[in-house]
């Protein structure tokens, strides 16, 4: 093929019409979106926007930016498990995780958390367990959601006195959609209204069978307050993810998912990053969703400096020039500029989709009367 559609064009390099035909006319080309245009004169185009021709293919700023290759096998190594603590609202799943890093003296990491953070790692039996808190509330669906998609193993969190409720069953569809292993823990044991067997009855009709009744779920009575089961619950989750063998490749820029972000009246946009592949640097330029920066300081959950962060060790960062949307991926780039632009047309893709479909319809009225 050595001529392509003004319009074929413009979608490959996930620009505009408008975009495009401005840019040929610039160049003494009066084409419109119809028009079929020679490969010389769409290379010379799709340098002007910012993407790059390579054997007669169009290669995108976006392509071009971030590394999707696979990694070699022998550039793989062991890694934490990244585990989400899911459940319907107030059965426990924050007293759990406070349990587990207050608790966490193992570790030899002195003084505690200060502040509140949506993912921490800590050190269990000296393998390091990466947590993920995921609130209970209706309105954070598209967090469980992804919280299930970026973990290993799914922690099901079920008030002993409370049973199987809407956001337990919604967690239960996240875990089995995302395909993760579930292990139940049945919370609040101390209490005593306390009913497992009631509960275990109920999650058979989730298709969770309890072990002890000839199925495969691992089912911890626990009780977050007293400490009780959590030391064999983590066991479970540790064998657990044994099982699943989980590398990655340190040796590679980062790339992950947003956690949480939001705006630090001093400090800015701060965001709660997990690295899910490669190795994230003080220094390194990001991008998130539309938003793009340098990350000026990374420190751990317990507010100690990091220079670097590898795979499964969740970070917050500063040093991003918006707050980008938790759920979002992120992509340490090298080239800023590049990444500035991709940004600039990340927006303008969004702003078009909100305007609905632009391209078929620019004339070169249109274009003029701008
Ligand atoms: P959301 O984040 O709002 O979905 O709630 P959550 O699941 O994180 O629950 P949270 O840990 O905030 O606990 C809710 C309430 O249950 C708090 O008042 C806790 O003190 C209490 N609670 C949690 N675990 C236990 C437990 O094991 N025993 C008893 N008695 N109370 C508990
Ligand atoms: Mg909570």
């Known amino acids: ?57 169009i290669v995108t700023i976006e392509e071009r930016l971030i590394d999707v290759s696979e990694d070699k096998e022998e550039d793989l190594r062991p890694r934490a498990p990244v585990v989400v603590v899911m459940g319907h609202v107030d059965h426990g ?43 209970g509330h209706e309105a954070f669906t598209a967090m469980r959601a992804r919280g299930a998609m970026i973990t290993d193993v799914a922690i099901l969190v079920v008030a002993a006195d409370d049973g199987i409720m809407p956001q337990t069953v919604e967690s239960i569809n996240h875990a089995k959609a995302a395909g993760i292993p579930i292990i139940v823990a049945i919370n609040k044991m101390d209490k005593p209204e306390a009913n497992p067997e009631r509960i275990k009855q109920q999650l058979t009709e989730y298709e969770l069978v309890p072990e002890e009744w000839g199925g495969e779920t691992i089912i911890c009575p626990i009780s977050a307050k007293t400490g009780m089961g959590v030391d064999s619950l983590l066991e479970m989750v540790l064998l657990t993810a044994e099982m699943q063998e989980l590398r990655a490749n340190p040796d590679r820029s980062a790339h992950g998912a947003v956690i949480e972000a939001r705006l ?54 500063i040093g991003m020039g918006e707050v980008p949307g938790a759920g979002d991926d992120f992509h340490a780039v090298a080239d800023e500029r590049m990444a500035r632009e991709l940004v600039e047309q990340r927006k303008q893709e969004n702003k078009d989709r909100l305007n609905g479909p632009v391209g078929q319809k620019v004339t070169l009225e249109d274009l003029f009367s701008q």
């Open 93 to 135: 799943k924050t007293s759990l995780l406070d349990y587990i890093r207050s608790s966490d003296v193992a570790s030899g990491e002195a003084g505690g958390i200060t502040q509140h953070i949506g993912a921490y790692q800590v050190s269990v039996k000296g393998q390091p367990i990466t947590f993920l808190d995921t609130p």
């Open 264 to 317: 630090d009246k001093g400090r800015g946009p701060v965001a709660t990053l997990l690295v899910q592949n490669g190795t994230l640097h003080q220094g390194d330029v990001i991008i998130a969703g539309t938003a793009v920066g340098r990350v000026r300081a990374m420190t751990n959950a317990r507010g100690q400096k990091l220079t670097e962060a590898g795979p499964s060790v969740p970070v917050e960062i």
């Open 1 to 57: 093929p050595d001529e392509i559609g003004v319009g074929e064009l413009a979608s490959r390099m996930k620009k505009t019409g408008a975009e495009v035909v401005k840019c040929l006319i610039k160049n003494g080309v009066m084409a419109s979106l119809s028009d079929v245009i020679d490969f010389d004169t769409a290379a010379i185009i799709a340098e002007e926007l910012g993407c790059k021709v390579e054997k007669e293919i």
